[in-house]
């Protein structure tokens, strides 16, 4: 038995022109018609990553022989060819955020002939329907963000932060703030401060979309996200953010 699940995309690729070190850097993102999808084969206890952009794709399926040591129970990380293709995705049953409806993926390609690299999130899980979402009232969601993102001087990164989200389904609209943002550095092992930001937007069913920036007005750029679980008790989305020279994309996930 196979269940396929819609997902949230954004990715972002790069040249690889050293140690941790990235030139041209380009990004984009997909809403759940862009027709990414990550598929679970219940038999198998296998997932099957499908993602297409304008100018990047990718397709792997990863199955538990593919398990890497470095799993926790956090993350599931798969690896294939040698670690160039790889898979980090949060366990359903994470106790830290405990969630029941909705996840994410990390994927990663590594092309050796020209040294160009892929890297996206993938948001996917049981979509609340829109007749379930609420018209009146609000909803506050607590959760967490993770991402990539390239500095001015090419430097590449892993960010993370924390997240609460707002949800007034009256007025129809959604308030991210996202805080405690750190950039950890895997070549030097360092973590230090990045920049915290905001998304907002407004609800249309399912889903929400809307502007994100951070605070410093350094960047700016969009984001996508929707609804999980029966009523919608969890939320999941992707965003991605320009400006200075800067890049960064990732995904973000809560519960009520």
Do not use: C
Not at 161 to 180: C, E, P, Q, R, S
Not at 187 to 207: A, E, H, K
Not at 219 to 240: C, K, M, W
């Amino acid at each position: 038995m196979n269940e396929t699940f819609a997902a949230l995309s954004v990715e972002m690729h790069f040249n690889v022109t050293g140690a941790n070190k990235a030139t041209g850097t380009s990004s984009s993102i997909e809403n759940f018609s862009g027709g990414n999808t990550v598929t679970y084969n219940v038999a198998a206890d296998s997932f099957a990553v499908a993602v297409s952009h304008p100018s990047l794709s990718f397709s792997e399926t990863f199955a538990p022989a593919n398990i890497a040591p470095s799993s926790n129970t956090t993350l599931t990380v798969y690896e294939k060819n040698a670690g160039d293709r790889v898979f980090i995705m949060l366990n359903p049953d994470d106790p830290e955020l405990d969630l029941s409806y909705v996840t994410f993926g990390n994927w990663t390609n590594v092309n050796r002939p020209d040294s160009s690299l892929g890297s996206g999130f993938v948001v996917f899980g049981v979509r609340t329907p829109a007749s379930a979402v609420p018209g009146t009232g609000s909803a506050t969601y607590g959760g967490e963000t993770i991402g990539t993102m390239t500095d001015s001087g090419g430097t590449i990164y892993t960010i993370s932060g924390f997240g609460t989200l707002t949800a007034n389904f009256g007025a129809g609209t959604v308030n991210g703030d996202f805080t405690k943002t750190a950039k950890f550095n895997v070549l030097t092992t360092s973590t230090t401060p990045w920049r915290d930001f905001t998304t907002t937007g407004t609800i249309s069913g399912n889903t929400f979309s809307g502007n994100a920036a951070t605070k410093d007005g350094r960047l700016s750029g969009t984001h996508q996200g929707g609804f999980f679980g029966p009523a919608a008790d969890e939320i999941g989305g992707v965003y991605r953010l320009t400006g200075g020279g800067e890049q960064a994309t990732g995904s973000f996930v809560g519960k009520k």
